[in-house]
């Protein structure tokens, strides 16, 4: 709340006027992002840009953010600069070491054959495990936990 005083010494009277400050949020703001798309249509309307912006930034087409924004899921290669736009990683990590090999090649925007090479495994073996066709043996989870805790810098 503002106040304003305004005196005036030739006519003997005084009055105020008070003005709300109080900001007014934007029609399809999402207050609780929960979708990725959510997130990326809340900063975008915090910082005051266009999807055109967001999608130069980014380096998608402006239908892209459109498409994110109402529900499409963005494709792996694009999320590492999302999360960059963001400053923040806009998906949960499971406590487990399956799970947070998931999310960290989600988060890289990393296919398995990608994921396969940076971690010299079989990308097949990769899918079975991620995709809960597997679990991998315990001297497996040993090595994803070493590959998961060298990437640190990241995590």
């Not at 207050?31 to 912006?53: A, C, N, S, W, Y």
């Not at 079989?122 to 070493?146: A, V, Y």
Request: charged content about 25%.
């Amino acid at each position: 709340m503002c106040t304003f005083l305004y005196y005036s010494d030739s006519k003997r009277h005084s009055f105020s006027i008070q003005i709300s400050l109080e900001k007014q949020q934007l029609p399809g703001y999402p207050e609780f992002p929960i979708t990725v798309g959510e997130h990326i249509r809340k900063k975008r309307m915090d910082l005051g840009l266009l999807q055109r912006e967001v999608a130069e930034i980014i380096g998608v087409t402006e239908s892209s953010v459109w498409n994110w924004e109402h529900g499409t899921e963005p494709e792996l290669q694009y999320n590492p600069k999302i999360i960059k736009f963001l400053g923040y990683i806009p998906f949960d990590c499971s406590d487990d070491t399956v799970g947070r090999l998931a999310w960290y090649k989600r988060a890289m925007g990393m296919n398995l054959d990608l994921l396969g090479e940076v971690m010299g495994r079989d990308p097949e073996q990769l899918s079975d495990w991620l995709s809960g066709r597997h679990n991998p043996l315990r001297k497996n989870r040993e090595k994803i936990e070493l590959f998961l805790e060298s990437q640190q810098t990241f995590l």
